[in-house]
């Protein structure tokens, strides 16, 4: 399985109104932007991210923390999603998740994390400066590890 599995059900779930589509929806969209993340720290930058149930936090942190302008627009979507899927899976009073329309905005929002991610692993020489702003950012203290030798 690949993370855009997750985006491909989260628009096939999300093309018709319904409270547990759309909620479910954003929360798939939400892990294809997070596993993509997720797999270019630690497969592309081989940097390890850290921690159980900080690891989703510190995933975007990794982001935020790479030196790289594209990167933190990734972390501010995929927090912006993480939000959004926590409504959608434990907040059940919060109905504004459940429209079409509005998941629909959240699943374009993850194809968006999707692309940008993409675009970051054509350029090696940008991922080498990622990883090492990563692994020498002060934030990242105990969040991350390096793996390999870069």
Known sequence: MIPSDFLDLAR?????DGAARCRTGISRAYYAAYHSALELCEER???RVLGKSEKHSNTSLCLRH???????IIAKLLDDLYQKRVWAD?????TDVESAKTARYY???AERALRELHQLTDEPDRLGNMRA????ARALKGKVAALGTG
């Open 12 to 16: 096939t779930l999300t093309a018709k």
């Open 45 to 47: 930058l081989e940097v």
């Open 66 to 72: 790479s030196g790289d302008d594209a990167a933190r």
């Open 90 to 94: 434990y907040r059940l009073d919060r």
């Open 107 to 109: 699943v374009d929002m």
């Open 133 to 136: 702003a990563m692994l020498d």
